[in-house]
């Protein structure tokens, strides 16, 4: 049986990440979408919020589950049976960032491996941090997040 893990803050969760998801559940029996949970880092949605968004967003696939985890992620992985840490890359920027960490993560558990799934060309741009400028700013972000996660920002940003 095969298990893996697609960690990330998901602050908040966007088409990008949701055709990652979709896409990871027909490589592997498990999948665990695990939220990063960092109390020095400052989300705009709370771990709660994004668990909720994301569990529903999930629903369709079967063996897709969410999870939130505070600690190292090959810590989680190596509790939770999966030896597959994914990461999804839009760019070069990306790749070098996603490498140096999965260099990191391998010398913590060799045992645990990091497989790269290029984002598809129509979610390119989308980057949580300018999704949640532009909703702060009034502007449409219904083509770059599920509906659920644009109501969500919008309830944020009520003005």
Same mark, same amino acid.
């Given at each position: 049986m095969?298990?893996?893990?697609?960690?990330?803050?998901?602050?908040?969760?966007?088409?990008?990440?949701?055709?990652?998801?979709?896409?990871?559940?027909?490589? =592997? @029996?498990?999948?665990?979408?695990?939220?990063?949970? *960092?109390?020095?880092?400052?989300? /705009? #949605?709370?771990?709660? $919020?994004? +668990?909720?968004?994301l569990?529903?967003?999930?629903?369709?696939?079967?063996?897709?589950c969410?999870?939130t985890?505070?600690?190292?992620?090959?810590?989680?992985?190596?509790?939770?049976?999966?030896?597959?840490?994914?990461?999804?890359?839009?760019?070069?920027?990306?790749?070098?960032?996603? =490498? @140096?960490?999965?260099?990191?993560?391998?010398?913590? *558990?060799?045992?645990?491996?990091? /497989? #790269?799934?290029?984002t $598809?060309? +129509?979610?390119?741009?989308?980057?949580?941090?300018?999704?949640?400028?532009?909703?702060?700013?009034?502007?449409?972000?219904?083509?770059?997040?599920?509906?659920?996660?644009?109501?969500?920002?919008?309830?944020?940003?009520?003005?």
């Amino acid at each position: 049986m095969s298990k893996a893990i697609f960690p990330g803050s998901f602050d908040p969760p966007t088409n990008g990440h949701i055709n990652i998801i979709q896409r990871a559940s027909r490589l =592997f @029996d498990e999948l665990d979408v695990v939220i990063a949970v *960092n109390k020095s880092k400052r989300c /705009l #949605f709370s771990e709660e $919020e994004r +668990r909720s968004m994301l569990c529903e967003l999930v629903r369709p696939y079967k063996n897709v589950c969410v999870h939130t985890y505070s600690g190292l992620i090959v810590d989680y992985a190596q509790k939770s049976g999966a030896n597959v840490l994914l990461r999804g890359i839009r760019n070069t920027i990306d790749f070098s960032y996603e =490498f @140096d960490l999965s260099l990191m993560n391998h010398n913590l *558990n060799a045992n645990i491996e990091t /497989l #790269f799934i290029p984002t $598809e060309q +129509r979610y390119i741009v989308l980057k949580s941090s300018a999704i949640k400028e532009l909703a702060e700013f009034g502007g449409d972000v219904s083509q770059m997040v599920p509906e659920v996660v644009r109501k969500a920002l919008e309830l944020k940003y009520k003005k």
